[in-house]
C-alpha cells in the first residue's frame, strides 16, 4: 500500500509519499496552495499508485483543533470529492512536525549564524521544511497504523 504524506498550509502543501510497502516516507515536493491543488494531487494519486492519504491534522498544543483544521477538513473533503473511495483518508497530529524538522534541517552552526543568510537562501531552505514536515507526518502514522515485517 502507498501512502501521500500533505503537510496543508494556507500558502504550501509539502508532500511526502511512502515507499510501495507503506513503511518509510520520503519528502516529495512542495506545491503551491491555489485553485489548481486539488488538480495536481489527483494527478500525482493517480502516477504514483497512491492507495491512502494521510493529512496533518493542525491541533493546539492542548489538542484542541485550530482555526487551520476548519480549512484542512475543507479541502479534505473536496479532495474525496474528486477521489471518490478509491483512496482511503486518515488524519495524523502534525504538532510540532515543522519544528522537529527546522532542528535538524539547520546544522547548528547555521542557527547561530542564520541572520547572516541571504534571502534567497533562508528561503530556499525554509520552503524544503514543508516537504519534510509531510514526511515526518507520514511517518509518525505508518510507525503507528502499519504493520511492519
Known amino acids: 500500500m502507498k501512502y501521500?504524506?500533505?503537510?496543508?498550509?494556507?500558502?504550501?502543501?509539502?508532500l511526502a509519499v511512502s515507499d510501495p510497502l507503506g513503511t518509510i516516507a520520503f519528502p516529495r515536493e512542495i506545491v503551491a496552495n491555489d485553485e489548481k491543488l486539488i488538480e495536481k494531487?489527483?494527478?500525482?494519486?493517480?502516477?504514483?499508485?497512491i492507495t491512502a492519504v494521510v493529512v496533518g491534522k493542525s491541533l493546539t498544543l492542548t489538542?484542541?483543533?485550530?482555526?487551520?483544521?476548519?480549512?484542512?477538513?475543507?479541502?479534505?473533503?473536496?479532495?474525496?470529492?474528486r477521489l471518490g473511495d478509491r483512496v482511503s483518508f486518515?488524519?495524523?497530529?502534525?504538532?510540532?512536525?515543522?519544528?522537529?524538522?527546522?532542528?535538524?534541517?539547520f546544522s547548528k552552526e547555521e542557527k547561530r549564524s542564520r541572520?547572516?543568510?541571504?534571502?534567497?537562501?533562508?528561503?530556499?531552505?525554509?520552503?524544503?521544511?514543508?516537504?519534510?514536515?509531510?514526511?515526518?507526518?507520514?511517518?509518525?502514522?505508518?510507525?503507528r497504523n502499519v504493520s511492519q515485517f
Open 4 to 14: 501521500l504524506g500533505i503537510d496543508y498550509g494556507t500558502k504550501r502543501v509539502g
Open 41 to 49: 494531487l489527483t494527478q500525482l494519486i493517480n502516477e504514483e499508485g
Open 63 to 81: 489538542g484542541e483543533e485550530n482555526i487551520l483544521q476548519r480549512k484542512i477538513d475543507s479541502f479534505v473533503e473536496k479532495l474525496k470529492e
Open 90 to 105: 486518515h488524519f495524523q497530529d502534525e504538532r510540532m512536525s515543522s519544528h522537529a524538522v527546522h532542528m535538524n534541517f
Open 115 to 143: 541572520k547572516h543568510f541571504s534571502q534567497k537562501e533562508k528561503e530556499r531552505k525554509t520552503r524544503h521544511i514543508d516537504a519534510e514536515a509531510a514526511a515526518v507526518i507520514l511517518q509518525r502514522f505508518l510507525d
